[in-house]
């Protein structure tokens, strides 16, 4: 079993930074691959940024490419998802997820959630 925790969200002006964080419980951390996904109101979960887990190989989508980067820290069992030059249309509860093996795009990929964090971009 692994557990996630986010934190990080908040309130940001449009063109500002926030960073996320999720940490995992368990001893295998390195094992599994990381994503971020974000779910906005009315809308479906989509998503975000993937991190494998040994060789730290990264996956974005379109929409967040060049402006945010996923990171992990394995020695510290945490995920980073630095967020740049935000836009309005970033606002979401963000979600982190972990699975075995490979990196994926599609949250039902995914075996392990967190509860989400908050993110609100005001223009």
């Known amino acids: 079993q692994v557990q996630l925790v986010e934190s990080g969200g908040g309130l940001v002006q449009a063109g500002g930074s926030l960073r996320l964080s999720c940490a995992a419980s368990g001893r295998t951390f390195s094992s599994y691959a990381m994503g971020w996904f974000r779910q906005a109101p009315e809308k479906e979960r989509e998503f975000v940024a993937a991190i494998s887990g040994i060789t730290s190989t990264t996956y974005y989508a379109d929409s967040v490419k060049g402006r945010f980067i996923i990171s992990r820290g394995n020695a510290k069992n945490t995920v980073y998802l630095q967020m740049n030059t935000l836009k309005p249309e970033d606002t979401a509860v963000y979600y982190c997820?972990?699975?075995?093996?490979?990196?994926?795009?599609?949250?039902?990929?995914?075996?392990?959630w967190g509860q989400g964090t908050q993110v609100t971009v005001s223009s």
């Open positions: 997820a972990a699975r075995l093996s490979t990196i994926k795009s599609r949250d039902n990929d995914y075996d392990y």
